[in-house]
């Protein structure tokens, strides 16, 4: 059963195991080199291991020919688990950097699929899925590279080292160690086929549980306004229920495989002494063989009982990996189902060539710039792609139709044209769709039907630091960096002169307070705590200096007192002159002030012209502006 589907939880997608096998022979190819290496030195440090167990077999049958040298073999022995000591040590090593070089290419990796990933993804995915990802699913990651993998590469190629020697030794004394064999093999695949499964659904179960504690404490006053206390602690008790019982199954998967394997680990030494002694009263082998075979049976299980504890930390790894490599697999998919194109199976790296998204070439030009979202809206876009828009162009929507849910939709054949260098404003009740209009036009949803296209290229079809150059949405959220108020606004445009941050900052009404702070003032949890108003000023003057062709403001100056921000809006009129605007506003001298004017209602245009066509029109519109500006209608604000 899909681990999303029992807990309820809104989760991004998991790689398959076709998928997670792909990626780590391709760590395995990357770094062959270093992994050899390790391997080698391991084998080394397990074959001086094999010289004890020999020398004390001979030494016994020595003793009883009353030939035995003791001195002589404690000496061959101590200078062989000294060179063991050695090589041991410099195998970890060896081991631990190449675990921490993997670990920190994995963690480089995932935070370029989370970045690349679409708004509308992250919208769906939910706070509890992500943040789940981001911290666990590392955390168990990084132990997991850490410790399980190298203790199981040291493991296995120590039992494979031992086994040889005892072949060596006594091809006819390996044969006892075959007892255990079925008895293993049958408990280890019995537990591989419902561990993975198994720790998928106790990760979604830590998701749902990490989503709504998120919800409760971001809603805490709408929860104790409505009095929904109760209801959220029923929701969490829920959720620890499930989580509970994902943790019994896996426990109950342990309590039966882990016991199986201890039992077994006692059948090759007593089948060995068995059969050796046997052996030897035929005269078949020797006391010396007899007694290495023994003790290097009795030097396996340590090895073997380590890789097969190291199995459990191995499954819980996979399934973080898998889970990781998801985050990819949610770009893709997006992307191509916006593209109308099938995701190709098996794709497990960070996107599809062309999106531009994760390339080299694509993350240096998404690093020259990043817009009041935090996305990159100046970079040179994917070269190569083969798709591009005209800046000039203009932003059109034919018959387009979206739902956030199947079957409801929120917006019903709209269709705009937004001529270039236009200043739209969009109004129109609570909840007729001006947000969601906003958010396609910005490329952050792609349409469920119809099309919306700048300069006859789908938005969904430009590659992702293209479309963030191209058009750029500021919304009622904003987000203030811990660093300085310079670095902050450098986010825009990191080559930008202080000159031309006054500017800015003097365009959105913020340099008095800014130049009081200084450029060099630390801002966030470690400086200053702007209050709302002033991280929207700084979230606008980023937006300003980042230049885009088009500007999506959803109620961008809404924190603002409404003379601040009618001064704001005509100050960014200015300085964005010959830009295409779209401003989704509920203070009406927004619309006053624009080109044209679209009403939406229902999730409609229902009227759409100039301000004053509107109210001579007496529509909708006309409405809004009396019940907004008072009776009777007029032409404009005094």
Not at 156 to 162: E, K, N
Request: hydrophobic share 45%; net charge neutral.
């Amino acid at each position: 059963m899909d681990a999303s589907a029992e807990t309820g939880a809104r989760v991004l997608p998991v790689a398959s195991v076709r998928q997670v096998r792909a990626h780590v022979r391709l760590l395995v190819r990357r770094h062959r080199a270093a992994l050899s290496a390790a391997l080698l030195l391991h084998a080394a440090a397990a074959a001086c291991g094999l010289v004890a167990p020999r020398l004390l077999g001979d030494f016994v049958e020595d003793a009883g020919r009353g030939t035995a040298d003791i001195g002589r073999v404690a000496l061959l022995i101590l200078g062989f688990v000294l060179l063991q000591g050695a090589l041991v040590n410099v195998a970890m090593y060896a081991s631990a950097r190449l675990g921490e070089t993997v670990l920190a290419e994995l963690r480089e990796n995932f935070v370029e699929r989370l970045l690349a990933l679409p708004l509308a993804t992250v919208d769906r995915a939910g706070p509890g899925d992500m943040v789940t990802r981001t911290t666990r699913d590392v955390d168990v990651l990084s132990g997991t590279l850490r410790s399980a993998v190298p203790d199981a590469l040291i493991s296995l190629t120590t039992v494979v080292v031992t086994l040889g020697g005892l072949v060596v030794v006594g091809p006819l004394l390996a044969l006892p160690c075959l007892i255990a064999v079925p008895l293993l093999w049958g408990a280890t695949r019995w537990y591989l086929r419902r561990a993975r499964d198994g720790y998928l659904r106790e990760s979604a179960a830590y998701s749902r549980v990490a989503e709504g504690l998120a919800e409760t404490i971001e809603g805490a006053r709408t929860v104790e306004a409505l009095r929904l206390a109760r209801r959220r602690a029923e929701r969490a008790d829920e959720d620890l229920r499930l989580a509970g019982a994902a943790e019994r199954y896996t426990l109950r998967l342990r309590t039966v495989f882990l016991p199986i394997s201890d039992v077994s680990y006692v059948l090759p030494v007593v089948a060995t002494l068995i059969v050796g002694g046997l052996l030897h009263a035929q005269g078949r082998v020797s006391l010396a063989a007899v007694t290495a075979a023994t003790l290097y049976v009795q030097q396996i299980l340590g090895p073997v009982d380590r890789m097969l504890s190291r199995l459990d930390d191995l499954q819980v790894g996979g399934a973080s990996l898998a889970r990781l490599l998801g985050v990819g697999t949610a770009r893709d998919g997006d992307r191509a189902a916006a593209a109308g194109r099938p995701l190709e199976r098996g794709a497990t790296e960070a996107g599809a060539k062309g999106t531009g998204a994760t390339q080299p070439g694509a993350t240096r030009a998404g690093a020259k710039g990043v817009g009041a979202t935090g996305l990159d809206t100046t970079g040179a876009g994917a070269a190569g792609s083969g798709v591009a828009a005209d800046a000039g162009a203009a932003l059109v929507l034919k018959e387009v139709t979206y739902a956030y849910r199947e079957g409801r939709d929120v917006l019903r054949g709209v269709s705009l044209a937004i001529r270039p260098g236009e200043r739209l404003a969009v109004v129109g009740p609570s909840g007729a769709g001006k947000t969601t209009l906003g958010r396609l036009l910005a490329g952050i949803h792609p349409p469920r039907t119809g099309s919306v296209t700048l300069g006859g290229v789908p938005l969904t079809a430009l590659p992702l630091p293209e479309l963030r150059r191209r058009v750029a949405l500021v919304t009622q959220e904003h987000h203030v960096f811990d660093d300085t108020l310079r670095d902050n606004l450098l986010l825009a445009r990191p080559q930008a002169t202080d000159a031309e941050l006054e500017k800015v900052l003097s365009a959105v009404g913020a340099w008095d307070w800014a130049a009081d702070l200084g450029l060099d003032a630390p801002l966030g949890s470690q400086g200053a705590t702007l209050p709302p108003a002033r991280a929207q000023q700084l979230s606008l003057a980023r937006l300003v200096l980042a230049d885009p062709h088009t500007l999506v403001l959803d109620e961008a100056t809404s924190l603002l007192a409404p003379r601040t921000a009618r001064e704001l809006e005509r100050s960014l009129s200015a300085v964005l002159e010959g830009r295409t605007v779209v401003a989704i506003a509920h203070r009406l001298h927004t619309a006053h002030d624009a080109d044209r004017v679209a009403v939406m209602e229902d999730g409609r245009i229902t009227e759409i012209g100039t301000h004053d066509e509107l109210l001579r029109k007496g529509g909708a519109y006309a409405e809004l502006w009396a019940s907004w500006h008072g009776p009777p209608p007029g032409t404009g604000p005094a």
